[in-house]
């Protein structure tokens, strides 16, 4: 009996990695087009000549998936998408703190 076998490599990315930008729209489901005005609007950063060289830094997958949600989900806009993003995420920070001093005050 013959069993293939595929083989796969992994590697974890790491804060200083980037990727490519074709990359990203394809794994958090959001157009290139999107991806640019989330860039201009500051939600995030790209680098590179020209769109087929455009990167984005790994650490904004995360911003760019839930962006993506809102606005494939919900409707959102990309202004909306960038302030929801930006407010859900001092939302969490905040609950940060408050465990943090919870902590220090038992």
Known sequence: MNHDVAVHEVRLMGDADWIAAVEICRVCRIELEAVIELAE???????????????????????????????????VNVSGAVLAVELLEAQRELERRIRRLERLTE
Do not use: C, T, Y
């Open 41 to 75: 609007l500051g939600l995030v950063q790209l680098r590179g000549g020209s769109e087929q060289e455009w990167q984005l830094p790994a650490a904004a997958l995360p911003r760019l998936a839930m962006a993506g949600r809102l606005m494939r989900d919900l409707g």
